[in-house]
């Protein structure tokens, strides 16, 4: 929304994505690049989301960014790096405005809905906030894949926070960048459920754990070798062919991979705690009681459980979750579309 000619801002929210193929490990610590391709879902914005507003005006006398009502430190670098790739683009505009835009100084405020880091995406949907929130302002939308290679020089996984539905990120790709397989209403049956563990943050943050794995894990160089190619085409062809049993199934393969590479990383990344393990227990049985696959695990860079299943098997899944669960006595609560 313009405010005056001096000072504008714009408000915009970017959902989180969840990966089925997971990305863990970079050839380019700087550039962002992947070691192999990798596959998610983004969420629907209703649920678990930043809000971001960016803010230029001529009364700014250096670039600032407040994340969680805090003003952020740490993560300094990357938003520079962003900001900067950002104004490139923009003073290469053949519109004056964005040229000018361009040089004024930029105030950010992001807010996330959900736990911060851990092991829930806020990096993802953070920087893909930032980058598309940015690109609103300086009229850039139109630039949907340098917007996604912007996105990566935030944070790997924000790259696929920019496109709806099933998404895929390319390693190869030049620039590399994510691009859609399917939208979300090619599968509306297909639904997820977060069940958060635990809301503290993780030990060891994501860049700091791959990059430990590239260099210590022997089972990380086999994955790329010998696993992760083919497998980002099976499941491909599962969700253009929405086969959830081998969505399924190579989903939960994918997450038990990640995270043994994480114990053969050294020293070892400890993400699951003994409530993930417990749902993975959980659900392995549920599907064994229910004489096929019907609801799939996944865990990221934390204790949190992100479980898909087809919207036939959620009242069914939910009960016997909340069953197991409802009593336990670590923070847990239970999030998702359950129908009425
Ligand atoms: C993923 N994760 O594919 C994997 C699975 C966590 C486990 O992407 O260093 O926060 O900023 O590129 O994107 C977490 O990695 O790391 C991640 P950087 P990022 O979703």
């Known amino acids: 929304s313009a405010d005056s000619p001096r000072s504008q801002s714009c408000t915009c929210i970017a959902p989180i994505n969840i990966a089925v193929i997971k990305y863990w490990g970079k050839s380019d610590e700087d550039q962002i690049i992947p070691l192999n391709d990798s596959i998610s879902l983004t969420l629907d914005t209703d649920y678990m989301y930043t809000k971001t507003t960016a803010t230029i005006s001529t009364e700014l006398t250096k670039d600032s960014i407040i994340l969680n009502n805090e003003e952020a430190s740490g993560d300094g670098v990357r938003f520079q790096n962003c900001l900067?790739?950002?104004?490139?683009?923009?003073?290469?505009s053949k519109h004056a405005s964005t040229v000018e835009k361009s040089k004024l100084k930029v105030a950010i405020v992001s807010q996330n809905n959900f736990p911060t880091k851990a092991g829930l995406a806020s990096s993802a949907s953070g920087?893909?906030?930032?980058?598309?929130?940015?690109?609103?302002?300086?009229?850039?939308?139109?630039?949907?894949?340098e917007l996604s290679a912007l996105a990566r020089r935030g944070s790997g996984s924000a790259c696929r926070s920019l496109s709806g539905g099933f998404v895929q990120w390319f390693h190869e790709s030049q620039p590399c960048v994510a691009r859609p397989i399917a939208e979300a209403e090619h599968w509306p049956q297909l639904r997820c459920l977060v069940a958060v563990v635990s809301n503290t943050s993780k030990a060891v943050g994501s860049t700091e754990g791959m990059s430990r794995s590239v260099k210590t894990s022997k089972l990380?160089?086999?994955?790329?070798?010998?696993?992760?190619?083919?497998?980002?085409?099976e499941m491909k062809m599962a969700i253009l062919q929405k086969d959830f049993v081998k969505f399924a199934e190579?989903?939960?393969?994918?997450?038990?991979?990640?995270?043994?590479?994480?114990?053969?990383?050294?020293?070892p990344l400890f993400y699951m705690n003994s409530t993930s393990q417990a749902i993975i227990q959980l659900v392995h049985r549920y599907n064994e009681i229910r004489q096929n696959i019907k609801v799939a695990y996944t865990f990221d860079a934390g204790p949190n459980?992100?479980?898909?299943?087809?919207?036939?098997?959620?009242?069914?899944?939910?009960?016997?979750?909340?069953?197991?669960?409802?009593?336990?006595?670590?923070e847990s609560f239970f999030r998702g579309k359950i129908p009425d």
């Open 250 to 267: 190579l989903t939960m393969q994918d997450s038990n991979q990640f995270h043994a590479i994480c114990l053969d990383t050294y020293p």
């Open 220 to 233: 990380l160089e086999y994955r790329i070798k010998h696993v992760v190619r083919d497998r980002v085409e």
């Open 127 to 145: 920087y893909a906030c930032l980058v598309f929130t940015l690109a609103q302002l300086f009229e850039l939308e139109s630039h949907k894949s």
């Open 305 to 330: 459980a992100v479980l898909f299943m087809e919207e036939a098997e959620l009242n069914r899944f939910a009960s016997v979750f909340h069953a197991f669960f409802g009593s336990i006595p670590h």
């Open 84 to 92: 900067s790739e950002i104004r490139k683009l923009a003073a290469s």
